[in-house]
């Protein structure tokens, strides 16, 4: 494996931490005289980059042992400071703890355990047979890593979209370096501070920030590049590693319609519309459904169940639900909310909003 699935990016070409302007407030710290502000440019970058390098080459990460113990580490660290995720996690997207723990913090325990029982087996030579040309000949396909790799992450799942790629880099036997996204911070920061204290430094390195830390990284020759999110930003990665030949994942958002025929169970039908589109994320997931075809002698019924099912999931205001997620930001909510205003008079459900309760707008 070169790196396992999923991870995802939005990029604003504003410099505001949510992707729209701000002005600093009067009383900001002003640096003092001789303070420099630390910034992480392309020549930073260049250097992070042939650091990594330099150690990849040494051979150590190539290791069984090193694979192994920066895998286990992970798994310690996600055991020690579960809480201390979680807590980033709501703060940055309001997760309830149990959608948290299972959608991320469980999800990348698990992929960690896989690779550790896999990955003897994912290491090992495959035999291959030759022809008659070569003869006599023996040949296999042995599994090398590709060297140093970047992964940038997503808002929405931002730890596990940050760290399930960099399990498959590690168990690979590459170096990393990781990207999290901005639009979710107190979980980039958390990511950063935690990667910092329990893996390998000289292989593993996480660079917090906008728009100007990736392009700084995107100028950089990767030896691989892996990044989730929507087609805009995956034109910029990939013309970015074209100019260097540089092998890259997108995962691409699309669309999800779901087709609900009139001789379904329609009660678990909409259970499982609920679900999928609102108990996961507040919606804010790559395959929540975006609409539903149905016949119109049968989208009556349907929509009747779904008000139902809302209800009992949710409450009658979902704003005052405990068990559901919050949109990330200010600029996010009001695109959503420019969207509900546009078909106001055909809400049959729902519509309420409250964006004094983001965290952005406290």
């Given at each position: 494996?070169?790196?396992?699935?999923?991870?995802?990016?939005?990029?604003?070409?504003?410099?505001?931490?949510?992707?729209?302007?701000?002005?600093?407030?009067?009383?900001?710290?002003?640096?003092?005289?001789?303070?420099?502000?630390?910034?992480?440019?392309?020549?930073?970058?260049?250097?992070?980059?042939?650091?990594?390098?330099?150690?990849?080459?040494?051979?150590?990460?190539?290791?069984?042992?090193?694979?192994?113990?920066?895998?286990?580490?992970?798994?310690?660290?996600?055991?020690?400071?579960?809480?201390?995720?979680?807590?980033?996690?709501?703060?940055?997207?309001?997760?309830?703890?149990?959608?948290?723990?299972?959608?991320?913090?469980?999800?990348?325990?698990?992929?960690?355990?896989?690779?550790?029982?896999?990955?003897?087996?994912?290491?090992?030579?495959?035999?291959?047979?030759?022809?008659?040309?070569?003869?006599?000949?023996?040949?296999?396909?042995?599994?090398?890593?590709?060297?140093?790799?970047?992964?940038?992450?997503?808002?929405?799942?931002?730890?596990?979209?940050?760290?399930?790629?960099?399990?498959?880099?590690?168990?690979?036997?590459?170096?990393?370096?990781?990207?999290?996204?901005?639009?979710?911070?107190?979980?980039?920061?958390?990511?950063?501070?935690?990667?910092?204290?329990?893996?390998?430094?000289?292989?593993i390195r996480v660079i917090e920030g906008a728009v100007p830390e990736t392009t700084a990284l995107l100028e950089q020759k990767w030896d691989k590049i892996f990044f989730t999110g929507g087609g805009r930003v995956g034109r910029i990665v990939m013309s970015a590693a074209a100019r260097h030949l540089t092998p890259v994942t997108l995962e691409l958002g699309g669309k999800n319609p779901v087709v609900v025929d009139s001789n379904v169970d329609v009660e678990v039908a909409a259970r499982r519309i609920v679900a999928g589109k609102w108990a996961a994320n507040c919606g804010q997931?790559?395959?929540?459904?975006?609409?539903?075809?149905?016949?119109?002698?049968?989208?009556?019924?349907?929509?009747?169940?779904?008000?139902?099912?809302?209800?009992?999931?949710?409450?009658?205001?979902?704003?005052?639900?405990?068990?559901?997620?919050?949109?990330?930001?200010?600029?996010?909510?009001?695109?959503?909310?420019?969207?509900?205003?546009?078909?106001?008079?055909?809400?049959?459900?729902?519509?309420?909003?409250?964006?004094?309760?983001?965290?952005?707008?406290?």
């Amino acid at each position: 494996p070169i790196c396992s699935a999923g991870s995802g990016l939005s990029l604003s070409r504003t410099s505001s931490r949510y992707g729209c302007t701000y002005q600093l407030c009067c009383c900001a710290k002003l640096p003092s005289m001789g303070e420099e502000k630390q910034t992480f440019d392309e020549k930073k970058a260049a250097l992070m980059v042939m650091e990594l390098r330099d150690t990849f080459r040494s051979g150590k990460t190539k290791s069984y042992e090193w694979r192994v113990s920066q895998l286990k580490s992970l798994v310690k660290m996600i055991e020690e400071k579960e809480s201390e995720i979680l807590q980033a996690l709501y703060k940055d997207l309001s997760k309830p703890k149990l959608e948290a723990f299972i959608s991320e913090v469980h999800a990348v325990k698990s992929a960690s355990n896989l690779a550790l029982k896999e990955l003897k087996s994912w290491m090992k030579p495959e035999k291959v047979k030759t022809n008659m040309s070569t003869y006599p000949s023996s040949a296999e396909i042995l599994p090398e890593p590709l060297g140093v790799v970047l992964v940038i992450s997503a808002w929405n799942y931002p730890f596990l979209l940050s760290l399930d790629p960099v399990v498959g880099a590690i168990a690979a036997g590459n170096a990393v370096v990781l990207k999290p996204s901005e639009i979710s911070p107190a979980t980039s920061s958390t990511i950063a501070r935690l990667l910092a204290e329990y893996l390998d430094n000289s292989t593993i390195r996480v660079i917090e920030g906008a728009v100007p830390e990736t392009t700084a990284l995107l100028e950089q020759k990767w030896d691989k590049i892996f990044f989730t999110g929507g087609g805009r930003v995956g034109r910029i990665v990939m013309s970015a590693a074209a100019r260097h030949l540089t092998p890259v994942t997108l995962e691409l958002g699309g669309k999800n319609p779901v087709v609900v025929d009139s001789n379904v169970d329609v009660e678990v039908a909409a259970r499982r519309i609920v679900a999928g589109k609102w108990a996961a994320n507040c919606g804010q997931i790559c395959i929540g459904v975006d609409y539903i075809v149905t016949t119109k002698k049968f989208a009556p019924k349907l929509i009747d169940v779904l008000r139902n099912k809302i209800e009992e999931f949710f409450g009658k205001d979902p704003t005052e639900s405990s068990d559901q997620s919050r949109i990330v930001n200010s600029f996010h909510f009001r695109r959503l909310a420019n969207l509900l205003d546009e078909v106001s008079d055909k809400i049959v459900v729902g519509g309420q909003r409250d964006e004094s309760r983001l965290w952005d707008s406290l």
